[in-house]
């Protein structure tokens, strides 16, 4: 059973002037254990699919499946509560908080949760990225590549089915950005998770398991 499933999907944006179909009755999955990543020109739908299986957008016809469960009326609280429970995500500029250590912006998505050790949890997958030294610097005190590890042990903190990468080696150089994906590509067999990123960045696709390319809303 796929993790993620899109099925049928389309959304449609209602601007005034115009009605744009940002995705076009779209199908898509993803397994445990595989890195998609999704390609295609920009305006493409490419943000908008990603949006959709990070349940940060709800589609105007069409059904999502988290991990076999239909969630595509779920209310805001509940798929707040799938993100939070379910879903990693990981950003091409990071997002980390500027006065807080590695370790508490690795925390900072388990704040809330009293049944978890929170501290063990990321002093672990910051040893993982290769960052146990760096507990206690601040992002300032980091470059472009770890500042991305953080990111990546911060994204799966809360031990997601799911991690989301958009555009992850966008700001880094290309040897940084391998580092970056061999870490990703390890942590997605340790883990045992869905990876699916979308890019403009060639380098990306060589490390995926599959390729799908969307253009005009349509998947290729």
């Known amino acids: 059973m796929s993790v993620i499933q899109l099925d049928d999907v389309l959304k449609r944006y209602d601007t005034g002037a115009e009605t744009i179909e940002a995705l076009k009755y779209i199908d898509f999955y993803a397994d445990r254990g595989e890195m998609v990543v999704v390609t295609g020109p920009s305006g493409s739908g490419k943000s908008t699919m990603l949006n959709m299986i990070g349940l ?114 966008g700001n880094l150089d290309q040897d940084t950005g391998s580092t970056v994906l061999d870490e990703i590509t390890r942590l997605k067999r340790e883990e045992n998770i869905a990876v699916v990123s979308i890019t403009h960045d060639e380098q990306l696709v060589e490390y995926a398991d599959r390729v799908v390319r969307i253009v005009d809303g349509v998947v290729q």
Not at 58 to 77: A, K, M
Not at 108 to 134: F, K, N
Not at 153 to 167: C, F, K, T, V, Y
């Open 56 to 169: 940060l957008d709800t589609p105007t016809e069409g059904e999502i499946f988290l991990d076999g469960r239909n969630v595509t009326d779920f209310g805001e609280d509940e798929r707040t509560e799938e993100r939070r429970s379910q879903l990693g995500f990981v950003f091409q500029d990071f997002h980390l908080l500027p006065m807080l250590t590695a370790e508490e912006n690795v925390e900072l998505p388990s704040m809330w949760d009293t049944d978890v050790d929170r501290r063990e949890r990321a002093v672990d997958l910051l040893e993982r990225v290769g960052l146990g030294d760096r507990l206690t610097h601040t992002p300032d005190e980091l470059s472009g590549g770890q500042q991305q590890r953080v990111a990546i042990a911060r994204s799966l903190i809360n031990e997601p089915d799911i991690l989301l990468a958009d555009e992850p080696t």
